[in-house]
């Protein structure tokens, strides 16, 4: 069995495995939702983080959303991706972590949402870390117990 009372995520830095943000797919406020959908597709993502010009992190828009606002009354109104802008949909309430946090604030983060977006102390998206990463870091543990 697993045993991870000498495993302490407290003690490793959310920095150590994270994508660094040159890396990490993004969209801005201002890209109309078409442009959104577009880095969603390509990059095969369910949700990318939404930056502002100066690099700081604003929320996260995925397809759901997007395909949301696209319904009208009767039917889906394909000019609503061209009307609408990432920030008139995107997920503003969304928990981060600081670039100096340990991966255990980063699990609380990721019960819930598929990564966690890293940000500095001017609020700029330095990398994110993602549930997979988190269970690479689990599985390692795990086979190093049992050798
Ligand atoms: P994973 O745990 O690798 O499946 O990633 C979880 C989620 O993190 C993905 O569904 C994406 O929403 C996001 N993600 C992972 N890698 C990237 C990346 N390079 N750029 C933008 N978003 C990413």
Redesign the pocket.
């Known amino acids: 069995m697993l045993d991870l009372s000498n495993f302490d995520l407290s003690t490793i830095p959310v920095t150590e495995n994270m ?1 660094d943000a040159e ?4 969209v801005q406020l201002q890209n109309p939702l078409e442009h959104a959908l577009l880095v969603l597709t390509k ?1 095969g ?5 939404v930056l502002d010009l100066d690099g700081k992190f604003c929320g ?1 828009i ?1 397809k759901s959303v997007i395909v949301e606002a696209m319904f009208g009354l009767e039917q889906i109104e394909v000019d609503q991706l061209y009307d609408k802008k990432v920030e008139d949909v995107m997920e503003e309430d969304i928990p981060t972590v600081r670039i100096d946090d340990s991966l255990e604030k980063a699990l609380h983060v990721l019960i819930d949402h ?2 966690a977006c890293v940000l500095d102390h001017q609020d700029k998206m330095v990398g ?1 870390y ?4 988190m ?1 690479k870091q689990l599985r390692n543990e795990y086979y190093q117990q049992r050798s």
């Open positions: 994508i890396k990490v797919a993004h990059t993502y369910n949700a990318v983080p996260t995925s598929s990564f994110i993602t549930r997979r990463e269970l």
